[in-house]
């Protein structure tokens, strides 16, 4: 599951996760963060990252 996320005046929620450049895709397993992609050029990036998040822990 995916969710798009507007971030309120101030950035609070960018500004916890470190977020310094967008898009940045942060992906979280149970709360965590596992994986983390910075404008990504490529699927590649993206694929690596989701191979990251979906390998057994």
Do not use: N
């Not at 898009?23 to 699927?43: C, I, K, M, N, Y």
């Not at 191979?51 to 057994?56: L, N, V």
């Amino acid at each position: 599951r995916h969710l798009k996320v507007e971030d309120g005046s101030g950035r609070p929620l960018g500004r916890s996760f470190h977020i310094k450049l967008w898009p940045t895709l942060v992906f979280l397993r149970d709360g965590r963060e596992v994986a983390r992609v910075v404008r990504p050029t490529g699927t590649e990036e993206i694929a690596r990252a989701l191979g990251e998040i979906t390998a057994p822990t």
